[in-house]
Nanobody
Framework: QVQLVESGGGLVQAGGSLRLSCAASGTIFSISVMGWYRQAPGKQRQLVARITSSGSTDYADSVKGRFTSSRDNAKNTVDLQMNSLKAEDTAVYYC???????????????WGQGTQVTVSS
C-alpha cells in the first residue's frame, strides 16, 4: 500500500513564504512524476507544479517565478517552496505521484490527503 503524506501548510501573510513537503512510502518500485495540485473553494483542482524523475519541471503560469519544486528520488520526497504568496494562492494543496508498485508494468496516480494554505491579504 502506498501513502503520500504532506506537511507544511498553514496561515501566512501576503508576500510571505511557505514550504510544503510530501513523502511517499509503501511498496514503491519507481516514481515517474511527483508534483502538486491545488483546489480553492468552488474551483476545480489545478496543477501547480510537477517534476519528473530526471528533474524536469512544469509550473502553472500563475506561480512561475514564485514557486519552486524540488525532489529527492532516493527518499521519494517532493517539496514546494512558495514565495511572494498572494491571497489567490489560498487553497488546499495536494501532493501527487505517478508511480509503479509492480516492476513498471502498471502506473497509477496516488494522492495525498491535502494541506491547507491560507494567505491573508
Amino acid at each position: 500500500q502506498v501513502q503520500l503524506v504532506e506537511s507544511g501548510g498553514g496561515l501566512v501573510q501576503a508576500g510571505g513564504s511557505l514550504r510544503l513537503s510530501c513523502a511517499a512510502s509503501g511498496t514503491i518500485f519507481s516514481i515517474s512524476v511527483m508534483g502538486w495540485y491545488r483546489q480553492a473553494p468552488g474551483k476545480q483542482r489545478q496543477l501547480v507544479a510537477r517534476i519528473t524523475s530526471s528533474g524536469s519541471t512544469d509550473y502553472a503560469d500563475s506561480v512561475k517565478g514564485r514557486f519552486t519544486s524540488s525532489r529527492d528520488n532516493a527518499k521519494n520526497t517532493v517539496d514546494l517552496q512558495m514565495n511572494s504568496l498572494k491571497a489567490e494562492d489560498t487553497a488546499v494543496y495536494y501532493c501527487y505521484a505517478i508511480l509503479s508498485t509492480d516492476s513498471g508494468t502498471r502506473w497509477q496516480n496516488y494522492w495525498g490527503q491535502g494541506t491547507q494554505v491560507t494567505v491573508s491579504s
